[in-house]
T-cell receptor
Framework: SQQGEEDPQALSIQEGENATMNCSYKTSINNLQWYRQNSGRGLVHLILIRSNEREKHSGRLRVTLDTSKKSSSLLITASRAADTASYFCATDVNTNAGKSTFGDGTTLTVKP | EAQVTQNPRYLITVTGKKLTVTCSQNMNHEYMSWYRQDPGLGLRQIYYSMNVEVTDKGDVPEGYKVSRKEKRNFPLILESPSPNQTSLYFC?????????????FGNGTRLTVT
């Protein structure tokens, strides 16, 4: 089963609004990463947050991590049409440095 | 330019005809991995390699082979492709492993097996 699961599956907002996506996972992790994918293209790394961190910022992105709830959220502020993409969380498997698990993704549509 | 290069970008083949999808990275990364992406199933890891001559199974290795003879190359081999291997495939690399540093992805190979 998938380690990371995103919620919601799809999100549609107006330009300028904020978008929040959530990710839940099942087992202990060392870190969690968020990626973005434009239609059919390769994934692009957005942000990495380690298990001992609670919040991280990068430009208009804010990621939080709650290890007690095994969940993370990605907030995109002041969204733009160019933010339209699918967003995935990815977690490592604590006991295996080589394995990684991606969720099914949240498809974000930002309407101009 | 730092990149992961996959070839071909699109491939249509018939059941049972052996094929290889190449992957090359120019960042001197130790770690490389293959994923397949299917609608509703997200990305699933096929095989990964922590370093030269070291490969390991991911979550869905059946029907696939890999090799890591050189640091920069990590080809994915389908000895006898079947229609259920129709998918979008991605190669990725990172400097320290799947979780210690960001993964850099190729642009994908869309495979259709008829």
């Amino acid at each position: 089963s998938q380690q990371g699961e995103e919620d919601p599956q799809a999100l549609s907002i107006q330009e300028g609004e904020n978008a929040t996506m959530n990710c839940s996972y099942k087992t202990s992790i060392n870190n969690l990463q968020w990626y973005r994918q434009n239609s059919g293209r390769g994934l692009v790394h957005l942000i990495l947050i380690r298990s001992n961190e609670r919040e991280k910022h990068s430009g208009r992105l804010r990621v939080t991590l709650d290890t007690s709830k095994k969940s993370s959220s990605l907030l995109i502020t002041a969204s733009r049409a160019a933010d339209t993409a699918s967003y995935f969380c990815a977690t490592d498997v604590n006991t295996n440095a080589g394995k990684s698990t991606f969720g099914d993704g949240t498809t974000l549509t930002v309407k101009p | 330019e730092a990149q992961v290069t996959q070839n071909p970008r699109y491939l249509i083949t018939v059941t049972g005809k052996k094929l290889t999808v190449t992957c090359s990275q120019n960042m001197n990364h130790e770690y490389m991995s293959w994923y397949r992406q299917d609608p509703g199933l997200g990305l699933r890891q096929i095989y990964y390699s922590m370093n030269v001559e070291v490969t390991d199974k991911g979550d869905v290795p059946e029907g696939y082979k890999v090799s890591r003879k050189e640091k920069r190359n990590f080809p994915l081999i389908l000895e006898s492709p079947s229609p259920n291997q129709t998918s979008l495939y991605f190669c990725a690399s990172s400097s320290k492993g799947a979780w210690n540093s960001p993964l850099h992805f190729g642009n994908g190979t869309r495979l259709t097996v008829t």
